[in-house]
């Protein structure tokens, strides 16, 4: 129910579960041992040009709206207006679309008791490459998910800055 535009979903997920599949990630993420300590880990990939027609969610739409064409033309032209006029367009698309994604299935896993770490430190180029993503997709992130391990202690949760600090009213 992660929600995102034009309920596009541009995205994939990649899970890791095979300690072969651990191991190909483990040096892209500079031998982070969460990635093999983790029962799984998630490689959360976006899809640059998910706006366009060929995305099946589309079809979808035609659907929902009963089959009128001009609903669904219009949110294509608006979708490729916003999206695939410049390269760092679409960029952004998928990016920020993957960010709810990320949250979300963050939060979800909290809610049944499962761990998780979000990594941007990893290579981004080589794991496109190591699992044979298209120019058109973009490595996001990493969530390694799990159940904390008690015999072990984490860093204490340093200060979250407040709200004088980061909002500006206007």
């Known amino acids: 129910m992660v929600p995102s535009a034009f309920n596009l979903q541009p995205w994939e997920i ?3 579960k095979s300690d072969e599949a651990k191991e190909r990630f483990f040096k892209l993420a500079y031998n982070q041992p969460k990635i093999k300590e983790a029962p799984v880990t998630l490689i959360l990939v976006g899809d640059k040009r998910g706006y366009d027609k060929s995305n099946p969610v589309w079809e979808e739409m035609l ?3 009963g089959g009128d064409e001009n609903v669904v033309k219009g949110s294509q032209d608006m979708a490729a207006a916003l999206y695939g006029t410049k390269e760092e367009d679409g960029l952004k698309f998928a990016e ?3 960010g709810l994604l990320a949250s979300s299935i963050m939060y979800a896993a909290k809610y049944y008791g499962v761990d998780s770490h979000a990594m941007s430190g990893i290579d981004f180029e080589g794991v496109k490459k190591e699992f044979g993503l298209d120019e058109n997709k973009t490595v996001v992130m990493a969530i ?3 159940y904390f391990d008690e015999s072990k ?3 204490p949760r340093r200060p979250r800055r407040g709200y ?4 500006k009213e206007i």
């Open 63 to 65: 659907n929902s709206f």
């Open 164 to 167: 004088d600090e980061i909002v």
């Open 144 to 146: 390694s998910l799990g």
């Open 14 to 16: 990649i899970a890791l």
């Open 96 to 98: 920020s679309n993957v």
């Open 153 to 155: 202690e984490l860093y």
